[in-house]
């Protein structure tokens, strides 16, 4: 069976997504786990289109809309804006600069490490003119700009982020 173990592993993408949703985003805090979905999707999409069509990334294995856009729709709509919601609810917005640094971090590192694995063992994705740090670099400058849209749209003073 060919791409079992890519199909695995979408499947759990989705799967453990719709945990973490359902599990660690409280009722009374849904209109806030929104508005970092939507964002990050929105910064996915952009990024994604960019590295698909610059050729910088290569998705081999795509289960859903293989002709009509060339990113990981798994990853760039679901997974990344489900780990965004979790990152901006549970940001340390009153502690000092250097846990707030280690919190990004740790959850880039998080994302950055799946990835890497995920290229080297499967055929979900591909660097072609690629590497792990560049992933690493947006996904924190990504993490950053949905924290600052979070804060600007719940009109929650924006102070020193780093």
Do not use: D
Request: charged share 20%; aromatic share 26%.
């Amino acid at each position: 069976m060919a791409y079992r173990k890519e199909r695995v592993i979408i499947a759990s993408a989705y799967a453990l997504s719709a945990f973490l949703l359902l599990n660690f985003v409280p009722k009374n805090k849904v209109r806030y786990a929104i508005v970092p979905f939507l964002f990050k999707q929105v910064i996915t999409w952009i990024f994604g289109l960019l590295v698909a069509e610059k050729k910088l990334i290569q998705y081999p294995y795509r289960p859903f809309f293989r002709k009509a856009y060339k990113g990981s729709f798994c990853f760039e709509y679901f997974f990344y804006p489900t780990l965004s919601i979790l990152y901006n609810l549970y940001y340390p917005e009153k502690r000092n600069i250097w846990i707030k640094m280690l919190y990004c971090i740790i959850h880039t590192s998080f994302v950055v490490g799946n990835e890497v694995l995920i290229v080297k063992y499967t055929k979900i994705i591909r660097y072609k003119k690629w590497k792990w740090y560049w992933s690493f670099i947006t996904i924190c400058i990504s993490n950053y700009i949905s924290h600052v849209f979070f804060r600007w749209f719940f009109n929650k003073k924006i102070h020193e982020y780093f």
